[in-house]
Structures are given as C-alpha cells and as structure tokens.
C-alpha cells in the first residue's frame, strides 16, 4: 500500500531544480511565469527548491557552455534518485545560435540521459507546463521500476 | 580502640578534610619527585577530602546538626572566641560537598591533562593548596581564618593561572587577577578589622550576635568592604574580565576549580555576610543590591560572551552570567529563591566543570580553543562531542537537563516575589533571566557548530579522540549533570532545602556555638512550593515513548537506507553543494555568527568594547568605583 | 490489570490522539489550507489542499544522501528527536478540557520545549557540513533570540491573570489555565489580554519560520540554509516537523485564549481544535503570507523586539494592575 502511495505522490509533488547553463536568462524567466497567478504551475504540485538535494526535476537553460559544463554535471550529480533532466529551449538540445561557438560543449544529451525536451526560443509557458508535466509522469514511472 | 573511634569521630571531619588537602600539596612538594608518588598522593588526598565530605552529609544536611569545631579545643573565655573555630552548617556542607566533587573530578582529569606539561609537581602542590583554600573558606567558622583562607586560594590561582607562562597572555592574565584579586583580599581584611574593633570578636557565629546590634558608620563600611571583597572573588560585575583573563590563560582543570568553586566561595562569603553577619537581608534594599548585581552580571556577561571568539574566554563569560542567575536567585531573600540559586549552583559545578573539560579536551588535541579555526570534531572525538553538547544543553536550560530545574525555580521565585512584594521590578529579573537563558543557547550553538560540526579544517584531519581518563572525568560530570536534572525533587529535598533552610535559620547558627542567639532577627523565607510542575522522569519517558515509536516506523520505513560515501576519493554526489562549485573548506566564522542580532545591538556592544580596555588600572579602578558606591549605598540604606 | 490499562490509554494518547496520529494529519491538513489559502488570495488555483501528504510521501520514497563531510549520526537523528519533541508538546497542550500529561503541562516548560525542534534542526544543519546551514542556523538562532522576548511576555502575562484570578497570584500550569477559561469564558474577553494575543498571532509565523520571517529557510538566497543537504525521507521528517508545529503553536494559542469554547465531548472537541487551528493559520500565517516580502534577519529582531514585545508589554503591565 505505501508503495503505491508513494508512486502516486511521486507524480503529484514534482520540484523543481532550475541550472542555467549559459542562458540568454529568456527562457529563466518564463519558467518564473509558469509560477506565476496567471499558469500556476503550483496547482500540479510543482515548486521550486533551493537545492539539488530537494530537486526531483532538473530543468537545464541554455547552450551548456565550457565553463557550465562541470558544474551542470556536479549539480545533477547531486540531485538523489529518481530523478528526471529536462532541457528547456533550444539552446540546450542544439546549441541554437550558439552552436559551433568555442565555448559551448553542449547539447547536453552527450553528457546525460535527457528525459525530456522542450524546444522554443523562449518555449511558450504552455509548452513548459506541458514538458514539466510529462517529466513527472515519467518520473512516476521510474519510481515505479525502482521496486 | 576507643583511641580509633575517637579519630573516627565524624565531628572530626571538616578538619580532615582541610588537612588531607593541605597535606597532600606539602607532601607533594617534598616527594612528587616520582610521577606515580605524585599523582598518588594527589589522588588519595581528594578523594579522602571528598570521602570526608560526604562522610557529614547524613549528620549535617539530613539530620540537621550543626558541627561546632574548636581548634586545639580552645573554648570561649569570659564570652569571647579566642580559638579557632570550624561551624559547620548544612550551607558550608554544601557548598564544601560542591567544592569537593568539582576537585575530585578535576583532579582524576589532570592526571592525563597535564602531562604534556612541564612542572607538574608543582602543579599539583599549589593545586592542592588552591582545593585546601576553597575548602577550609566554606567549613571556617572564623572571619579571619576565611580571609586567610581566601588569601592561600588567590595566591594559588593567581600562581595556576601563569602555570603555562609560555601562553600568550598567560602572565598578563594572572597580573591582572594578582591586582584585582589582592584589592579584594584588602578589602575583606579592612572590613574584618573594622569589625573586630567594633565588636572584639572574630568568629562568625559571634559576630552574627553582635554586629546587628552595633550598626554604626563603621560596621556599614564593613559591610561594603566586605561586600565588594567577596565580590571580587565571585567575579560578579565589574570584575567579569578578570575571570575570562583567566580563564582563558589558566589549565583547563584549573579553570573547573576556578569557576566551579572559587567563584561559590564568593558566593558563599556573600551569603554569610548578608543573611548571617549583618541580618540585612530583610531589607528591601539589599534584597535590590543583591539581585541588582546579579542581573547585571547576568545579562552583561551573556552579551560578552556571545562576542567571544575564543572557547574558554566564552566558557568564562558564561560562568559569570551564571552565578548571576546564583546571586538573583539568593538575593530574592525567599525559600524558593534561596533553594533555587544553591540548586544553581550545584549545576553551575557541574555543567561549567564539563564545559571547561571539554574545551580543554579540544586544546589538548588541537593545540587551540580559537573559534575561527576548529571545526568539524565531531567525526574525529565523537564522546567528547556528546559529552560537550549534555553540558552545553544544560547550561542552556534545555529540559531534561539540570539547568532547566534550577532555571525554571529562579524564575517561578523571581516572579513570584514580584507578585507578592507588587514590585514590578523582580518581574523584569524574570524576563531578563529568560532572555539571558536563551541567548546562552545561542552562544552554545555557535560553539558547537564553530568546533564541533561543520567542515573538517585539513590541518585537523589527525586529531584523535582524548584519553580514557579524561572521558572518564568528564563522564562524571555529564552523569551528574543529567541525575540532578532528572531527579530535581531529591536535589531539593536532601540537599539544597536543608541548605537554604540554614541560610534562614541564624539563631541555631549562633546557639551552635554556644552564643546566644536570642535577638536574631528571623527571616521568614516562606515555603519551598513551586507554581508549576516539572516531572522530567515522565517528560523522558514521554519523549522516549514518541522517539521509540517514530523510530519504529522510520525504521521499517526504511529510513536508514542511504547511500553514502565509501570511497577514500569523495565523489561529486556526496560533496556539499556548492552552487555548482567543487567542495572547498568554508567554514563559517564563530566570532559573528549572531551579526543579525548584535547589529542591532552594535550601540551597546561598541560601547562594551571600548569599556573592556584589557588594562589593568581600568578594571582597577572599576573596583575602586564600585567600592565607592557600594559604600555610598550600604551608608545610606543600611 | 488497571496499570495495563492505564499503560495502553497513555500509549494511545502518544500514539493517536493528542499524540502523533493526530500530529501527522491535522499538521500536514493545516499546512496545505495555509498553501490553499495563500494561492487564493494571490488569484491562484493552488495546489491540492492535500499535498502536504504528497510531498511528504514523495520525500520518503526518495533516495537519501548523506553528504561526505557530514557527521552521520547526529544528521540521521535530529529529524527524528525534533518530531518526537514536537509530538510531546502537542500532549501537554490541553484539548480544552482534556490534557493528557496534566501534571507536567506547565508554560514555562513549554516555552523551553519549543526550542527543542528548532535545536534540532540546528544541529542537524550543522552537522551537514554545508556553510549555506552555517548561515541558515545563525539566522534561525536569532530569529528564535527575536521571538523569546514577546512570547515570555505574552506567558507571563497570561500566568498573572489567570494566577491573580483564581486566588494563587501565579498560575504556571496550562491545564488550570484551561479550566479557569472553562469556567469562566476564554480569556480573549478580557481587555488586558487583547494585545497579548496580538502579539501570540504575530509570534505564531516567527516561532514556525513562515513567511515574512523566513530569512532562516530562504530558499531562493540561501538554499533553505539548515535544510540544504537533507534529502529524501529525513527531509521529509522536517517538512513533516514544520506542519507540526505549526498545529503547536496555533493549539497553544487557542489553549491560552480560546479555551472557553470546549464542549466537553472529546470527538467533537477535537474537531472543534482542528477548525480553531484552521482560521488562526489563515488569520496568522496564511494572510501575512500572501501580502508581505521576507524580512531581513536584523529587520526580524527589530520588530519583534519593538512591535510585538511593546503589545505584549501592554498586556503585561495591563494584567500586573488587574484589568
């Protein structure tokens, strides 16, 4: 019984852990208007949390520069399990018009398993909710193969 | 064998008690040559000194019986003391029992504590010699013998406070004591000549016939002499920084002796000069003086230490702040009170003595007790640690410890006098004793996340932990510390009532000794009954109830199942967060943990700075000025 | 056989009713009306009303990270003695009538009870290592230093009026205070008592960390400061401590002022407690919430220790002179 609890409130209670990575800070600040009265993310349970030790969802802006790149790793490292990486905008999937600048290492799918992706350039905060509601069904999912 | 009972006689038992002491420090100093003659003879001296102590506990505090002593049995001639005398009441059994357990444990601490030293056979002899002092002060039935007494037990503080002279401010320090300590000591032997010209009478019981008879211009000086010299050796406010001097300075067992005892017998000095020899306590006024002292020394000394960065000099301001609330409480001239400050000052013993301890456990290791530069112990000396935070929850007042019983009756009495005096000033002692409580749990947070948690400095990475003895010592203490928090009922009832009982009973002080006692004035101390109720034994059993259960199922909730570090090389995973950054040391520094408070306060704490001038003419003349006005007072009031 | 009884009955109120059951529920429900609360009046849905419980569960299924550099021991445990002391406090505030540990139920005890989780999550913190705790438990300690004041003063002058009335001139105990507001209406009718409770409503978001007075757990500033490192189930435990106590201190609240409204039936009182409870986080901690920006640590101290000790100075001086 409190296995199946936990599974259902694991898809419930998603926070949220933001890492910009070399972000334009657009995309930064349509993850705060996702918070906002006007979309409420907080109605599916989604907050924000101070540290990747309290994250269950890490959400990475930008192109993942060379000097991001190690911390970007150590701070995901640092989130427990499970857990779910969502690149948020372009830049993180391609570089956008970043890519094929020296400084940028990205995408960051060659350094970690990415779970889900949500394109734009600023992605629509629509799109957000959409995107952070399919990592927490998936990271319902991931608890549920834990056993 | 009559012969043998004689000896055995327990009206013999406070001489013995001195004498072991006194005797082993000469007998040190002829033969302690040999390390295990020395630490022999150093340990059967205390513990036949403690063994006599708790030898008179049945008789004296249980029974009731006042021990009359006469030296070389030189009786009263013609209605005056010629001889000698040792009284002993159940207020000079406690506080000798107090002084007793604290050398003791001080003692068997030493024994490893001190050799890495040099000198250790001089250590031990004016060691012995302090104990002796402080011992033969509280049992002496004699105004002088007890100034001779406080002039063995300054000499040899002063001496123990330079013992390390290659610390730096260590002979600083004792200068300073020197000074002030010897103005103090003046001040006592002025006020005992002053006396004995007005009443041709040295011996306490005497004096407390005659002097309330003969109060005069000059016996009000007495009074304030006498006042002001006890206050020195109590370090109550203005002689604070003296204490955190040496304290700082001084062996950590020696500073067990010094806070622990040295400052009671002030105490003690000032109980029998306001409850015994003058009879004043049922003025008001006094009652003021006292609790006016005590508060001040409660709430300045609390301040001070909060803006400590070094672990004995904060120990040492604590210390005070705490015979603050001891002085408070007795000042409120009240059974409850009186009860509730000797109560504080049994856990004044026993907590400072663990503090000073394990402050000195961790110089012993770490070679410093500077705040900013330890931290993180608490992986390499894991029973100092638990043992520090049992002494720092009590000075606190955290339930069950003892510091919360004594605290809690101080505050139940102070607020009480204030309801039944309709006196709204013991109400403010009320709640600045309750703030003054709290902000002590601040000034122990800092010290144990400054040494004991947070991050591992690398230059401490090899520190071990303390030898068995010393955990042994400082075990005794923390047991203590915890059965008189747990049993506060059996703490009042078999030792701290009979003893506030004797402060209220001058008349079978004065007949004790054959005097009469007939125009003593009896104080009224009320009962010993408390407001409220307080059961720490069905409170733990409650908590661990609680505890046990969510255990249980935190336990089965698989709680304990983490994943952790188990390589040498620390991971990404298991290191702290950084913002991203790789681990690197950042340990907080202890000295302005509490800025949001203190900026606050920065008006009050600048000021205290520069009042703390660490010279030595300035706390001079701080006694000088004090003298002055305690005298000002004591001749208007008395 | 009565002692097995008598054993079991105590055990039940530890367990169920004042004790932990009722903790649990009536902690996390009160904390997720606060959530409700404050998103309505920000014109936001809000999240579920129970998702407190969610996050809690989540929290336990959770893996758990023990930081290299932390002390293990004291990390692991402190959650769990903090909830125990909370547990133990809800015991000693009487339910209207009925208290459950009566003879040990004393304010003073109380106030020093309080401390106890916030020491715990303390040392907790320190014991983690990370310097963010370090910051986090010297902001706590002062907020707790903030807070001493006023509610001594609010205490004592509950202790005095209730004291002077029933004949004793003190009453430290809060199970007489309850009967005395059983017999002779809450106290919350008196006029001397009006700023105290003020001050009591003021004190509640302090003592529980909430916001305005969250400068100790600012998450977006210093990473929740002591909780930084803690994950998974003991992090739950704290989430779970905090709900806790905020059912203590809005129980004690309706145990000093409201306590005249008992109806002696003990489901019903309960469920009486529950909806007390209810609108003075809405009226304390929910609505303070939703309007105000997080103080600074000094901004802290200074109003409770002019605004808030002034009010209950107030009612302190009002109840020394019998009003």
Redesign the interface.
Known sequence: M?KK??????G??PWLFH?NAGSCNGCDIELVSVLT?RY?A????FK???????A?IVVVTGPVTKQ?LP?????I??V???RCIVTMGSCPQSGNVFRGSYSVAGPLSKYVDVDVDVAGCAPKPEAIIDGLALAAKILKEK?GRKK | MNMLGNILNYQHFPIYAIMVLFLGSFLIAAFGENRAVRNVLALLSITAALGFAVALVKPVLLEGEIISYWMGAREPAGGYAIGIALEVDALSLFFALLVATAVFVSGVYSIQYMNRDHNEKEYYTLYLLLCGGVMGMVLSGDLFNMFIMVEILTFAAVALTAFRNTVRGAVEAAFKYLVVGCMGSTCILVGTAILYAQTHTLNLAQLAQLVPGEVNTATKLAFALLFVGFGTKAFIVPFHPLAADAHGAAPASISVIISGVLTKSGIYGIIRITYFLFQSMGLGTVQFLLVFIGSLSMFVCVTMALAQHDFKRLLAFHSISQIGYVLTAVGLCTALGVSAGLYHAINHTLFKGLLFLAAGAVLHETGTTDLNKLGGLAKKMPHTTVLFLIGAFSISGVPPFNGFASKWMIYQASYQKAVESGNIGFLLVTIIALVTSVLTLASFVKVSHSVFFGQLPPELENVREVSWGMRFAMGIFALLCIITGLFPNLVTAYLTEPAAAAVFSVKPYIEAMGFDGSAAAALEGGSFQCVGAWDPVSWLLVLCIALLAITIVAVAGKYDNVSRCRLSTVEDKYQLFYGGEKQELSQLGGDDLFWGFKHNWRAYFNYMHRLHSGIVNDYALWAVVDLALVTLFSLIVL | MTIVIEALQYLGYVLIFPGFLFCFLAGMLLCGIDRKLVAKMQKRVGPPVLQPFYDFFKLCGKETIVPAAAERITFMLSPLVGLAALVVIQLFIPVFGFTAFSGIGDIIVILYLLLVPALAMILGGAASGSPYAGVGLSREMVTIISCELPLVLVLLAVAKTVGSAIGTGLCFSLSEIAEYQLVNGSLITKISMLPAAAAMLLIIPGETGNHPFDAAEAETEICEGMLAEYSGAPLGVFKLSHAVKMLSLTSLFVALFLGGLGTGIMALDALLLFVLCALITAASISFVHAFTARLKIEQIFKYYWTVVSLLALISLVLAWYGL
Do not use: M, N, W, Y
């Open positions: 409190f609890l936990i599974e259902e409130s694991t419930k209670s890492i009265p409420d907080e109605r599916l349970g924000l949390a101070g540290s990747p030790r309290h269950d991001s911390r970007v790793l150590r701070a490292s640092q427990p399990e499970p608890r």
